[in-house]
């Protein structure tokens, strides 16, 4: 699944990735379509935005 990045939506996306089996997931986070993160855990873990510095 692709969404818009929450702090650099513009030019930023996340990309994410669930297997509901084992419930974990992956969010790649991409900027100017390269990627600068990869996160891995609990897919519930993924909807939650600490914020924009």
């Given at each position: ?12 996306d ?12 992956i ?8 990627v600068?993160s ?10 939650l ?5």
């Amino acid at each position: 699944m692709s969404s818009p990045h929450a702090c650099a939506s513009l030019d930023g996306d996340y990309l994410t990735w669930t297997d509901e089996a084992s419930r974990s997931a992956i969010r790649l986070e991409t900027l100017n379509g390269r990627v600068t993160s990869i996160y891995r855990g609990q897919p519930e873990a993924f909807e939650l935005i600490e914020g924009c510095a």
